[in-house]
């Protein structure tokens, strides 16, 4: 059932055209992400789905039961309440129907010596309040509000601070649980992921996968995508492409789409050029014959619905990081290391080795001492306990998550030649083009940068210092996925020692060689990516169960195996259908493509008869793949 469609959607601002003609439906059910770089409009869009922006030109239908709940990201607001309070405003309708149970308590046990008409009215209508407030779930409301705040990452401890006293990120998590326990029919949220640690985003993504209602999401974070949707949005050059599938699905299908629509473009173009030497050709012969037949020709070329010039990729920005002189093996030892602030330990007898070539992700929860460690190994934390030792020929460049390494008054070609003075205006406005900031974008000061701006400016700064030990505190919190993607390609051709801490799973995917997991017990080591350390933490939880089936009867163990099987045979089968289904997939594939090179040919496109079979051909084979990606995600 379709709860959503938006036909030839247009919105400028002023002279800004932000996109024109977006068309799509939403299905109930659907998990939508929504990617493109920043300022293509993808915010833009869902404000105007909730009615926040208007629509230049087009429609927008919902179903009649529908309601949308929207998540800004950067939302902020105003609140005398507790957390707590705060976010039980959501079932006020629930406890003033609690409220009313128990003066109808009260009513009856007035009334309770009288065998009165007024006594049986009272308990019918209690009997009816009893019933919706129990089918309304009355009696756990506060239990699912209490879970939905820890589940984002707030503390039993939190629960009676005044909403007041909250930062921005607080208070946006706040608004988000709220959203997600009103249950709207279509959520609508943007960059939900932003202000959450590892734990709360997985909480959140297992929150959307058993969610019953539609859901729209903004987001950066890769592999959340991949984790929670069934359907990728990209907003590119004022035009909404859709795809199947999570993120990775997305990036296939999207750059085996963009090979086509070259290849049919390059060939129409090369088609065309032929036909009008031909064309010329016959003119020059000056014979009434010769001209006919080019007039002929150009009346069939005339005919040719033409494809559009596919827009040239986004220019991107070009990182390579360079080292200056080898570490030595050894990059860094920290040794019973120790810190407080007031009655709270953040961490004790905190050992720690880094050696040269690693790739060491450190993850943990929000407050953990993250960023707290990276400090005390720059210095700029004294106060501790333990020593820090680095290595021989160890040099060292710090990217510091709020950009506070730059000097918010410098223009952008200050910040950069008063730290490389011997540098020609020329070699830096060069430097500086090649990360994007063209023309008079080198005169403008960092505090007007966006985000992503001065993230580039600070990467641009560590990249001239050509260090051989990179301690990166959440480098692509700022940053697009293009930018995001560019920076991975940069730090896997590094050939020094990167130490980083991110919250982005995919990100550490991609980079790291090593995670570490910082918690209130101390260091913990998995040596591989972030999935080798999903699975090493699944392979623990399944030791620490080993007590509970070793105390289980020879039955229950043999009615567990038999189970097992089971399962296996299932999921034998589910992965030969997905053997077969790839398999169709890819020769339906292989059959658009040719029937595209076909559409191509001046034999087919002149002939409006074959042309139209062809098409027609192509319409059914687009179909039959639709229906075989829907039979390979529902196995999935």
Not at 94 to 114: Q, V
Not at 376 to 402: L, M, R
Request: glycine share 6%.
């Amino acid at each position: 059932m379709i709860v959503l469609s938006c036909n030839n959607i247009s919105k400028s601002f002023g002279i800004d055209e932000i996109f024109t003609d977006v068309s799509f439906s939403v299905n109930e059910g659907d998990k939508i992400g929504i990617v493109g770089i920043n300022g293509t409009g993808k915010t833009t869009l869902l404000k105007i789905i909730a009615g926040i922006y208007e629509q230049d030109h087009g429609n927008i239908y919902t179903a009649k039961s529908s309601e949308i709940g929207y998540l800004e990201q950067n939302m902020n607001f105003n609140s005398n309440r507790t957390i707590l309070e705060e976010i039980l405003t959501v079932f006020t309708h629930l406890m003033d129907m609690e409220k009313d149970l128990r003066e109808l308590e009260l009513a009856i046990s007035k009334n309770s010596n009288n065998n009165s008409r007024k006594l049986d009215q009272l308990m019918n209508e209690y009997a009816n309040k009893y019933d919706l407030f129990s089918a309304s779930n009355g009696y756990g409301y506060r239990s699912e509000a209490i879970g939905v705040l820890r589940g984002l990452g707030f503390g039993d401890s939190d629960f009676d601070k005044p909403v007041s006293v909250l930062s921005g990120g607080e208070k946006t998590r706040l608004l988000l649980g709220k959203l997600l326990l009103e249950k709207p029919n279509i959520l609508l949220l943007d960059e939900p992921t932003n202000h959450l640690d590892s734990n709360s985003i997985e909480w959140l993504e297992l929150f959307l996968k058993q969610y019953n209602g539609t859901v729209m999401i903004i987001s950066h974070d890769r592999y959340f995508l991949n984790q929670t949707v069934n359907r990728i949005f990209e907003i590119n050059n004022r035009k909404l492409h859709q795809y199947n599938g999570n993120y990775t699905d997305f990036i296939h299908q999207s750059k085996l789409n963009r090979e086509i629509e070259r290849k049919k473009y390059a060939d129409q173009q090369k088609e065309i050029k032929k036909q009008e030497q031909s064309i010329e050709l016959l003119k020059s012969f000056g014979r009434e014959k010769q001209v006919r037949r080019a007039r002929s020709k150009e009346k069939a070329l005339a005919k040719i619905k033409l494809i559009d010039k596919p827009e040239s990729e986004q220019q991107k920005a070009k990182i390579i990081f360079k080292t200056a002189v080898q570490s030595g093996n050894d990059v860094l030892q920290l040794r019973d290391i120790g810190i407080s602030y007031g009655e709270k330990t953040l961490f004790e007898n905190l050992d720690l080795d880094v050696y040269r070539g690693e790739k060491i992700a450190l993850i943990g929860a929000n407050g953990i001492g993250k960023s707290t460690l990276f400090k005390i190994i720059t210095g700029d934390e004294t106060s501790f306990d333990g020593s820090v030792k680095f290595g021989a020929n160890v040099e060292y460049s710090y990217f510091h998550q709020e950009q506070k390494t730059l000097n918010l008054k410098n223009t952008v070609i200050e910040e950069i030649w008063q730290n490389y003075q011997h540098l020609t205006q020329t070699e830096v406005r060069n430097i500086l083009g090649s990360f994007l900031f063209k023309d008079d974008d080198v005169f403008k000061e960092i505090s007007t940068l966006s985000g992503g701006e001065r993230a580039r400016i600070a990467l641009l700064k560590i990249i001239l210092s050509k260090p051989n030990f990179l301690l990166l505190d959440e480098p692509t919190n700022h940053l697009d996925i293009d930018s995001k993607e560019i920076l991975e390609d940069a730090l896997r051709d590094y050939d020094g020692t990167v130490f980083m801490i991110s919250h982005d799973r995919y990100f550490i995917n991609e980079i790291a060689n090593k995670v570490l997991v910082l918690d209130e017990n101390g260091i913990s080591e998995y040596l591989g990516n972030y999935d080798y350390y999903v699975e090493k933490k699944k392979e623990l939880n399944v030791l620490d169960s080993v007590n509970e089936v070793s105390t289980k009867t020879k039955t229950q163990l043999k009615e567990e195996k038999k189970k097992i099987k089971e399962q296996q045979e299932v999921e034998r089968n589910e992965r030969k259908k997905i053997k077969q289904i790839e398999s169709d997939i890819e020769l339906l594939e292989k059959q658009i493509y040719y029937l595209d090179e076909m559409l191509c040919l001046p034999d087919v496109y002149s002939d409006p008869e074959k042309s139209k079979e062809i098409n027609q051909e192509k319409k059914e084979s687009e179909k039959k793949l639709a229906k075989l990606y829907n039979d390979w995600e529902n196995i999935l």
